[in-house]
């Protein structure tokens, strides 16, 4: 009876006073998307604090300012400084195993002085500081040592410098916002370092056909403003979006939040620009939704992490953007509970559903404890489990109901405990925060092993508690991720980063997962911290394959080296 009553109370305050009417009227000054850069941004006001209605109508619970905040803000500040305390920390047995490619040259003041003849002084660069940015990986685990930072502005310049660094066997990095979490964008060793960040342009934007062409420099929340300006929206958006670059999240086939609606970046790249190690350019640029001629040879850019070629520019769908959005924040009491809810979900939200993210109450005490001015939006009580459900539609009448009606029988049927839906842009906002805020939780909390895994669903959080029991108290292990994908977030926090600890974690992660037959990597790419871990995901024969590719458009092995590919069956190694 009190679930009843719960959800009777629930369809009561609906009806009339509609707690969505505000938020998702377009020309509303506090619906969702008046934000410039869409429904998860716009943070920092505060609202009264009146949480006097048990479940679906909990108001505004506390916001945090975080406007423009972004995960490589985190460190850049007094980098330097940090640097010089930190020492070089190998994630995992792969980066302690490398040895620098003999083969390749040693930058000289003739290469400098080259490339300054091509991109002029300014962007030729040898500042200590700068450089101390670009070797350094975000979470301060890979450091490398390059000399010299390059700066193309035009696709012609990234050709130049390849055909060059090819000739004088100069090893590269491709790097974008350098928000990757595998040591994938920052050298390993001297390698010059090729930053597309000068390449920000937007190319053109068909309204018609919602085809955006653009510059691989972008940054993925510009993006974001620009598209939202046009009515539409970018099928991809990441906790990294403030720095992270569109040629950077191509490469590396970032997943994301909205995956579960939009699919992945092989579906929704249209066409590419790419310079190889030669300086060879392949424009495969294309606007169409079919083309089959031939091979389509733009998928081998998605993913590669750079070890293949350099996007300079993408083409890439986006769908018009609609104004009725719902965010809700849900407990439930077990996972198994979270996954009925994902069935329950898929069935009865269907083709509104935009995404499906989960956490532990591990991951949630972190952002309470080390984000500042967050508070539990389902005061008092700490749950064991959390769900974010995002909806997006275009009849908020239906989209309403819909989403009402879902969460009624999900809570007469005991799959929910307890929760919340957003009643205006600062709540919806606030929901995501505490969702993208789990890494910067994680980092300020001390060292962490980061592990991104695709895994049946059913048993995603199995390896959770299986971590749990072989690791005591001596760490605490953090699940969360994009349930909606099958994708787990397993994260162990430590005081400190120890070889004790990394030998409990590694490769007992690796081996469970294979033996679940799962990926090691999901979304994060491979990089230097996974690439000796292949075979965990791929057999023998595949990689031998993509080793022969690898050796094919990068004859020499200048492109990212080290990255990717294990180093006993690369060539170039």
């Known amino acids: 009876?009190?679930?009843?009553?719960?959800?009777?109370?629930?369809?009561?305050?609906?009806?009339?006073?509609?707690?969505?009417?505000?938020?998702?009227?377009?020309?509303?000054?506090?619906?969702?998307?008046?934000?410039?850069?869409?429904?998860?941004?716009?943070?920092?006001?505060?609202?009264?604090?009146?949480?006097?209605?048990?479940?679906?109508?909990?108001?505004?619970?506390?916001?945090?300012?975080?406007?423009?905040?972004?995960?490589?803000?985190?460190?850049?500040?007094?980098?330097?400084?940090?640097?010089?305390?930190?020492?070089?920390?190998?994630?995992?047995?792969?980066?302690?195993?490398?040895?620098?490619?003999?083969?390749?040259?040693?930058?000289?003041?003739?290469?400098?002085?080259?490339?300054?003849?091509?991109?002029?002084?300014k962007n030729v660069v040898e500042d200590e500081e700068r450089l101390a940015i670009a070797n350094t990986d975000w979470m301060h685990k890979y450091r490398g040592s390059s000399k010299l930072?390059?700066?193309?502005?035009?696709?012609?310049?990234?050709?130049?410098?390849?055909?060059?660094?090819?000739?004088?066997?100069?090893?590269?990095?491709?790097?974008?916002?350098?928000?990757?979490?595998?040591?994938?964008?920052?050298?390993?060793?001297?390698?010059?370092?090729?930053?597309?960040?000068?390449?920000?342009?937007?190319?053109?934007f068909d309204k018609v056909s919602g085809i955006l062409v653009c510059e691989a420099g972008c940054i993925l929340e510009n993006m974001i403003t620009y598209l939202d300006n046009q009515g539409f929206v970018m099928p991809l958006d990441l906790g990294a979006k403030g720095s992270c670059q569109i040629g950077g999240n191509v490469s590396t086939n970032a997943g994301g939040l909205r995956l579960v609606r939009y699919g992945s970046l092989h579906g929704t790249v249209l066409g590419l620009e790419v310079v190889l190690a030669n300086g060879d350019v392949l424009d495969m640029l294309g606007t169409l939704r079919k083309d089959n001629t031939g091979y389509d040879l733009k998928h081998l850019f998605i993913g590669s992490e750079g070890s293949l070629g350099i996007v300079t520019k993408v083409s890439i769908l986006t769908p018009p953007k609609l104004f009725s959005v719902n965010v809700a924040f849900l407990a439930c009491q077990d996972y198994f509970s979270?996954?009925?809810?994902?069935?329950?979900?898929?069935?009865?939200?269907?083709?509104?559903?935009?995404?499906?993210?989960?956490?532990?109450?591990?991951?949630?005490?972190?952002?309470?404890?080390?984000?500042?001015?967050?508070?539990?939006?389902?005061?008092?009580?700490?749950?064991?489990?959390?769900?974010?459900?995002?909806?997006?539609?275009?009849?908020?009448?239906?989209?309403?109901?819909?989403?009402?009606?879902?969460?009624?029988?999900?809570?007469?049927?005991?799959?929910?405990?307890?929760?919340?839906?957003?009643?205006?842009?600062?709540?919806?906002?606030?929901?995501?925060?505490?969702?993208?805020?789990?890494?910067?939780?994680?980092?300020?909390?001390?060292?962490?092993y980061k592990y991104d895994l695709s895994l049946p669903v059913e048993k995603m959080y199995d390896l959770v508690d299986e971590m749990r029991t072989r690791l005591g108290d001596s760490a605490n292990v953090v699940g969360y991720g994009h349930l909606g994908d099958g994708n787990l977030h397993l994260n162990v926090s430590t005081p400190q980063y120890d070889d004790k600890t990394l030998a409990q974690i590694e490769?007992?992660?690796?081996?469970?997962?294979?033996?679940?037959?799962?990926?090691?990597?999901?979304?994060?790419?491979?990089?230097?911290?996974?690439?000796?871990?292949?075979?965990?995901?791929?057999?023998t024969a595949t990689v031998k394959v993509m080793a022969s590719i690898k050796k094919m458009l990068d004859a020499k092995g200048i492109l990212n080296p080290y990255k990717v590919l294990p180093h006993s069956i690369d060539s170039h190694s």
Not at 79 to 99: M, P
Not at 160 to 176: E, H, M, N, T
């Open 1 to 121: 009876m009190e679930k009843l009553r719960a959800t009777g109370r629930l369809l009561r305050y609906s009806p009339k006073a509609s707690i969505f009417d505000r938020r998702f009227s377009p020309n509303s000054g506090k619906s969702i998307h008046s934000s410039g850069s869409g429904n998860r941004n716009g943070l920092g006001k505060k609202c009264g604090d009146e949480i006097s209605r048990k479940w679906n109508v909990r108001t505004c619970f506390g916001l945090y300012g975080s406007q423009g905040r972004n995960l490589r803000d985190c460190t850049e500040r007094g980098v330097v400084e940090d640097l010089r305390r930190i020492e070089h920390r190998g994630f995992g047995s792969v980066a302690e195993k490398v040895q620098r490619n003999a083969s390749f040259s040693t930058l000289n003041s003739d290469d400098i002085s080259y490339f300054k003849g091509v991109l002029g002084e």
């Open 149 to 204: 930072l390059l700066q193309p502005r035009t696709t012609e310049e990234v050709s130049q410098i390849l055909k060059y660094c090819d000739s004088r066997s100069l090893a590269v990095v491709p790097q974008g916002g350098n928000t990757g979490l595998v040591g994938g964008s920052v050298p390993v060793f001297d390698e010059v370092v090729i930053n597309m960040s000068m390449m920000n342009k937007v190319i053109s």
């Open 338 to 448: 979270c996954q009925k809810l994902l069935v329950e979900a898929k069935r009865k939200l269907g083709e509104i559903l935009s995404a499906f993210e989960f956490l532990d109450s591990h991951a949630l005490d972190l952002v309470l404890n080390h984000l500042d001015g967050v508070r539990n939006p389902l005061p008092p009580t700490i749950h064991n489990f959390y769900v974010l459900i995002e909806t997006t539609g275009s009849d908020e009448t239906f989209d309403r109901e819909k989403l009402e009606a879902f969460l009624v029988h999900a809570m007469e049927g005991g799959l929910i405990s307890d929760g919340a839906i957003a009643q205006d842009i600062n709540q919806a906002s606030a929901f995501w925060y505490i969702r993208e805020g789990i890494p910067e939780a994680l980092m300020k909390a001390g060292a962490v």
């Open 507 to 539: 490769p007992f992660v690796y081996e469970w997962t294979s033996g679940h037959r799962g990926s090691i990597s999901a979304e994060h790419g491979l990089g230097l911290m996974k690439a000796n871990k292949i075979f965990y995901s791929k057999p």
